[in-house]
């Protein structure tokens, strides 16, 4: 099991900007595909974007293309995600997942999870 925590979550208004972080302590994610994934109140899980070392991120969710970003610090074993531009529809628990082979937005396929952030986004 790799102990992911995520952090950076809060309160904030429409189009305002907040920055994830996903984190092991104690454990490398160089060699884990990381994933960010939410959940709104009432809703199933969405694949946000994920990313490998040294790899560009891939992007699953259209409706934040352009305004999200996935980017790793290895020297910090962080696994960020930058959220620019947030709307009300982006409230939501956000979770970082890893994996140690496959980038995926498919929920299924991750066996390590973080607790969850939540993201809460007022008009």
């Known amino acids: 099991q790799v102990p992911l925590v995520e952090s950076g979550g809060g309160l904030v208004q429409v189009g305002g900007s907040l920055r994830l972080s996903c984190t092991a302590s104690g454990f490398s994610l160089d060699y884990y595909a990381i994933a960010w994934f939410r959940r709104a109140p009432g809703k199933d899980y969405e694949g946000i974007a994920c990313?490998?070392?040294?790899?560009?991120?891939?992007y699953f969710l259209n409706s934040v293309k352009g305004r999200f970003t996935i980017s790793r610090d290895n020297a910090k074993n962080t696994v960020y995600l930058q959220m620019n531009s947030l709307k009300p529809e982006d409230t939501a628990v956000y979770y970082c997942a890893a994996d140690p082979n496959v980038c995926t937005g498919r929920r299924n396929h991750y066996d390590n999870w973080g607790p969850g952030t939540q993201v809460t986004v007022s008009s």
């Open positions: 990313m490998k070392l040294n790899e560009a991120g891939q």
